[in-house]
């Protein structure tokens, strides 16, 4: 297959040429990635809306903000780790993105059993990550964070706090499912045996491994924002 | 026509097939991320406040979602015109943050004036 792409001009002109060109823009993306990418935009706003009405609440309340670094400290030890909980899964699922890209790597160099494990182990981690945002939840709700009040603060707060990392945890939920769905077929070589499906086109077509990889990242995209800004900030 | 020279087709087939990038970049962007994690939680350990901390959170901030973006998502491998319909449009929504801040400094000043509980 002749390299197209290098054909093309790059830079702003080929930004031009590829808009104005009077069919499909996004020439090196497949449809189903750049149906992904948009997607993932309009998921962009989703969050950004959630973000933006936690500032406009904790910003326009009288009422002290429960300080997070104590809300979310843990007990280990004999000490008060701030935010201990939220460290380690801020670094789980960084992890699972770390294992989610080299996934994306052997399935383009069609190494189904290292694609297969790597998926595998990315869905672990995110389930692990779901799991201790569920510990989580339960532990401020035994602590009386309610949705309209807590203890600790302002009561915009808890619905803040339910609604972002809900939402948040609901998009890893569904990512571990998907994850799951992708990392069989690939254990079961549906992509090598040349049968089209919804996600194959053609035998040894791995592109559904690198999509699935976006969403995942996308994932834990957003957990940086919320980690800034909620738990930080 | 300049452009005669490219085999112009409407099919939704892509024109190479996958990315392919040395593993070392991702481990290389891995532990980038690790390092940078625990720097923004090394902020709030150490119970950095005001400006300062901000600054930091919004730094530490920007450069693990830069990172994820262009090498996890290989944004940087894309070409300009797919990078820049999904990265300009949320721009959109900092310039509605923007508009939310002052409407939100708007009602503490009436809270503040109109419905003080002491």
């Known amino acids: ?233 | 026509m300049t452009h005669a020279t490219l085999p112009e087709t409407d099919s939704p087939a892509p024109e190479h097939h996958g990315q392919a990038h040395p593993i070392r970049l991702y481990l290389l962007c891995w532990g980038l991320l690790f390092v940078l994690s625990a720097a923004s939680y090394a902020v709030d350990y150490a119970q950095l406040q005001g400006p300062l901390r901000w600054t930091l959170i919004l730094v530490f901030m920007g450069l693990k979602a830069g990172l994820i973006l262009a090498v996890f998502m290989h944004m940087a491998w894309e070409r300009l015109a797919l990078s820049l319909a999904i990265l300009l449009p949320p721009l959109a929504a900092l310039v509605f943050m923007g508009i939310m801040l002052v409407e939100s400094g708007y009602t503490l000043q009436s809270r503040v004036d109109h419905f003080a509980t002491e």
């Not at chain 1, 830079?11 to 996004?26: C, E, K, N, P, T």
């Not at chain 1, 449809?31 to 997607?39: D, H, L, S, V």
């Not at chain 1, 460290?87 to 294992?99: E, K, Q, Y």
């Not at chain 1, 045996?193 to 919804?198: A, D, I």
Request: aromatic share 16%.
């Open chain 1, 1 to 233: 297959m002749t390299d197209v792409s290098s054909m093309r001009p790059g830079g702003l002109r080929g930004l031009a040429a590829d808009w104005a060109s009077d069919q499909r823009s996004f020439k090196t993306a497949s449809w189903g990635k750049a149906m992904m990418w948009i997607f993932l935009l309009s998921d962009t706003f989703v969050f950004a809306i959630f973000l933006i009405s936690y500032m406009s609440a904790r910003s326009s309340t009288e009422a002290e903000w429960p300080n997070a670094s104590e809300v979310f400290s843990l007990h280990l030890g004999g000490a008060d780790l701030p935010l201990a909980l939220i460290a380690i899964m801020t670094f789980v699922l960084i992890s699972s993105s770390g294992t989610m890209a080299m996934a994306v790597n052997f399935a383009y160099a069609r190494d189904r059993r290292r694609t297969a494990a790597l998926i595998f182990a990315t869905a672990a981690m995110g389930a692990l990550f779901v799991g201790m945002q569920a510990f989580e939840w339960s532990k401020l709700i035994h602590e009386g964070v309610r949705p309209w009040g807590n203890p600790f603060g302002a009561e915009q707060f808890g619905a803040t706090f339910f609604m972002i990392t809900g939402f948040h945890g609901t998009h890893v939920s569904f990512g571990v499912i998907f994850l799951l769905i992708v990392g069989n077929k690939v254990r079961k070589g549906e992509f090598d045996s040349g049968r089209r499906s919804w996600l194959c086109r053609e035998k040894g077509d791995y592109e559904a491994v690198e999509i699935m990889g976006l969403y995942w990242h996308f994932v834990d995209l957003v957990w940086v924002f919320i980690f800034a800004f909620f738990y930080l900030w």
